[in-house]
């Protein structure tokens, strides 16, 4: 366990690499190799270096992917196989198409994203550099040459990268961020974003006027997704701009959305999300200011048009 001085620093990509760790202990074993060498977690970098160098963040030929295993563990029987032992594993997937070619990928799609972006910090040197590279997937993206599932891979990886990425805070000034996909995938980062941490460089003045300009503001889906971030930054303002619109204006940009909850879908779903936060929320202590912010969520999650809804939680809370 992580002492809690090292807790508040985490990211996603310490927390996968203590999941290589764990996970090499099963590969080494089965591959009957040094567990010392970590065998593990060379297999899954260098695969999504390969992804992110010669398929813009897509998916591997399996045979690629075997042959970088076995430069790795060497002269293996597929009983013990590293690449066979990975996918044992549960750590990658394997997975043919309709005209017959085989592809490699890793088992949790998220996963794939924070390898390939820890890729991006070893391959390019500067934080130029990196701006410049990501820069270049995002216009590959742009081309319309990529299926729409390559597409949502290249943006995915991205996306994994920025909200890990401190650069010099000027860099954040870059116009690109502006609009276009670049400033869809750094708000979309925003979630995964450790904003407490000290080498946090995307400050929350910055963010905060950021997204006082987004279009999607308003989006209810992501205000309950994100609620840490409106928490933090937002639900104030978030308030205020439902309290001056006009009632019109709000069923069309808030009420129609809190609707859309009621969708046999996305009912069970939001559900457990308010649940969430109704047990870490409580409304006896409705004058912390954290509780302030809850209930304004609560409340406008009422303005909807679906009363019987409303009894129902009101029951339950």
């Known amino acids: 366990m992580l002492p809690i001085d090292k807790r508040k620093e985490i990211d996603i990509l310490l927390l996968y690499n203590l999941y290589f760790r764990k996970c090499n202990k099963n590969v080494s074993r089965w591959t009957d190799e040094d567990p010392q060498r970590d065998v593990t977690t060379t297999l899954m970098y260098s695969i999504g270096r390969r992804s992110l160098e010669k398929y813009h963040c897509c998916d591997i030929p399996r045979r690629i992917a075997i042959r970088i295993a076995n430069k790795i563990c060497r002269n293996r029987l597929w009983s013990n196989n590293l690449y066979h032992s990975a996918v044992k594993e549960n750590l990658l997937m394997e997975y043919g198409t309709i005209d017959g070619c085989q592809f490699t990928t890793f088992q949790y799609d998220n996963m794939g994203d924070y390898v390939r972006a820890t890729n991006l910090f070893v391959q390019d040197k500067t934080d130029e550099e990196r701006f410049e590279h990501i820069k270049r997937l995002l216009g590959y993206c742009a081309q319309g040459t990529m299926t729409q599932k390559e597409k949502v891979k290249t943006l995915n990886t991205v996306t994994a990268f920025l909200s890990v990425w401190n650069?010099?805070?000027?860099?954040?000034?870059?116009?690109?961020?502006?609009?276009?996909?670049?400033?869809?995938?750094?708000?979309?980062?925003?979630?995964?974003?450790?904003?407490?941490?000290?080498?946090?460089?995307?400050?929350?003045?910055?963010?905060?006027?950021?997204?006082?300009?987004?279009?999607?503001?308003?989006?209810?889906?992501?205000?309950?997704?994100?609620?840490?971030?409106?928490?933090?930054?937002?639900?104030?303002?978030?308030?205020?701009?439902?309290?001056?619109?006009?009632?019109?204006?709000?069923?069309?940009?808030?009420?129609?959305?809190?609707?859309?909850?009621?969708?046999?879908?996305?009912?069970?779903?939001?559900?457990?999300?308010?649940?969430?936060?109704?047990?870490?929320?409580?409304?006896?202590?409705?004058?912390n200011m954290r509780s302030i912010k809850y209930s304004y969520l609560q409340i406008w999650r009422l303005a909807k048009s679906a009363t019987s809804y409303n009894h129902k939680k009101d029951n339950k809370d």
């Open 167 to 287: 650069p010099d805070e000027k860099l954040w000034d870059k116009p690109d961020f502006k609009g276009g996909l670049m400033r869809a995938c750094l708000i979309r980062s925003l979630s995964t974003r450790n904003l407490a941490s000290s080498k946090n460089t995307l400050h929350p003045e910055f963010v905060q006027n950021f997204l006082k300009e987004d279009e999607n503001l308003l989006n209810v889906i992501r205000v309950f997704e994100q609620f840490n971030l409106y928490k933090t930054l937002l639900m104030p303002y978030l308030h205020d701009r439902l309290m001056t619109m006009s009632m019109l204006e709000r069923d069309e940009k808030w009420t129609i959305g809190v609707n859309g909850l009621l969708d046999s879908y996305r009912l069970s779903y939001t559900e457990n999300i308010i649940l969430f936060l109704s047990t870490k929320y409580d409304y006896r202590y409705i004058f």
